[in-house]
């Protein structure tokens, strides 16, 4: 396999204010698994891939398996991939890809030890921003959650956070991909659950971007596949719409996520193993489709209860496997999408603040490049809620923070200014160094408190989830995002059923 990549160092313009906490740092400081460990998955997934197999109906996709010299067992819907067809497919694809954003500043480069952290999931319910009660999700929140994550710096890409279930099921795909789109200039995400919805968020992109030719070359919009039913399993539809979407030549995340003592083993290595081996043939159909497509490894282990049977998001085995699988993709020299930062709470409180910042430190500390379910969620991917958003926001800065690592050079060292503060007057809080670094060395909290007591009192006493609470309705009130060119927006508007107000969407 390639060897790793040095670390990397972010490069700065000398005129420009220094970002403490930039996206696509170079992390891998944190190695659940020894070498030794990652070896043994690797050779026990092509085990089980040439053993066991993959179960794949009757379908175009298992045809190409068997044309490309696969065993197929038809009475049993098995396809056994042998060593070398993954091997093959490990060597002819991207070890990076790029997804854009409509604002350039907003690129994202995945694979190496990059770092990058955003939203994700598909959940069906919201904590309302005024009422603070439960209530199901809507177009409009697709719309304004991602008017928040806009603005939001640590989070850097919009995964459509959760399904609008205000219009029908036809319309959904294509609506939802435009309330997003409209909404922010970060790098958008989603799914399409039929190939003809699959289509036309395309053509809709393509309009958007000038061509397909330069969507294409700059895709500011990605899909997520869920192509799996662990254990094993090929989903049929889902799979045709893999297809479409490598031949389309669009990047595509291979998601898995088994969850470990349910649909995987209960023990942690063994679920890794079968994780991988659904990874690797997913890699290597998409190479047999169409080779050098941009493909990212879709990682997401999880973990249910063994006392209940029931998932939980906020479990320190999450955090985990997700960061074990991280080293997976690094050893393959792949592009990684895995997960961090969900919580199994019901509100924004305590627990859910030590579940995401453990699970999420866990993944960026690791090197995976595509950190998804990042902001925003609750009741083990059910809920999300605007003031989380807020709060993941702060909380992932901390844990960029935290990948950035530390500068050690004869400047930072400051033996010098030891010395001359030890053996003068003075302190160090008036030296030159702590105004110089005061900005570069730093990461400072937004909404979480630092004051006297006195002084948080005078503000009004408010907590964390309070002060995120008033954030979130500023920029709601006050933000408003790049927009498409009106001539298109017209132009989309004539040429597909779009539910958005147009209100909402400018």
Known sequence: MPPRRRRERPVRSKTETPNV???????????????????????????????????????????????????????NDRVFIPRSMVEDA????????????????HNLTLGGLRVHMGTGGAAVKV???????????????????????????NIHFYLRACVARDIPTENLDLNTYYAAITNTTKHVTGNCFT??????????????????????AQPFISFVTSWTVSPLRYAPETVEVLTEIVRQEMPVFLSSAPQAGATSPAALAGSLVQ????????????????????????????????????????????????????????????????????????????????????????????????IHHSAGFLESML????????????????????????????????????????????????TQQSLTLMNSEYYYPHTSDRQSRDNWAADGGLDMRERARLKAREILRSHRPEPIPAEIDAAIRERFEILLPKEISH
């Open 21 to 75: 906490v930039p996206a696509g740092m170079t992390s891998g400081q944190y190695r659940p698994l020894k070498e030794g460990d990652v070896k043994r998955i690797h050779e026990a997934s092509l085990a089980v891939l040439e053993r066991t197999g993959i179960q794949v109906v009757a379908s175009e996709a298992r045809e190409i398996f068997r044309e490309a010299g696969a065993q197929v067992d038809e009475e």
């Open 90 to 105: 490990l060597g002819k694809a991207q070890n990076e890809v790029v997804l854009y954003g409509r604002d350039p500043k």
């Open 127 to 153: 904590l309302d921003l005024e009422t603070g009660q439960v209530r199901e999700s809507t177009l409009a929140d697709v719309a304004q959650i991602g008017r928040l994550v806009d603005t939001l710096d």
């Open 195 to 216: 190939v003809a919805s699959a289509r036309e968020v395309i053509e809709m992109a393509s309009m958007i971007a000038g061509s397909l030719k330069t969507l294409r």
């Open 275 to 370: 994780i991988n081996a659904e990874e690797l043939s997913g890699i290597t159909y998409c190479q047999l489709v169409k080779p050098g497509t941009p493909v990212i490894l879709g990682y997401v282990p999880s973990v249910a209860d063994l006392r209940t049977g029931n998932f939980v998001g906020g479990a320190v085995e999450f955090g985990l496997m997700n960061a074990a699988v991280a080293q997976m993709g690094q050893f393959y020299n792949l592009p990684v999408y895995n997960s961090s930062g969900l919580s199994d709470s019901k509100l924004p409180d305590i627990q859910a603040g030590y579940e995401k910042g453990i699970t999420g430190l866990a993944a960026a500390l690791a090197g995976a490049n595509f």
């Open 383 to 430: 809920t999300v809620a605007y003031e989380q958003y807020v709060i993941d926001d702060d909380i992932n800065g901390a844990v960029m923070r935290a990948v950035r690592g530390i500068e050690v050079n004869d400047e930072t060292l400051s033996v010098d200014l030891i010395d001359e503060v030890c053996r003068g007057e003075g302190h160090f809080l008036g």
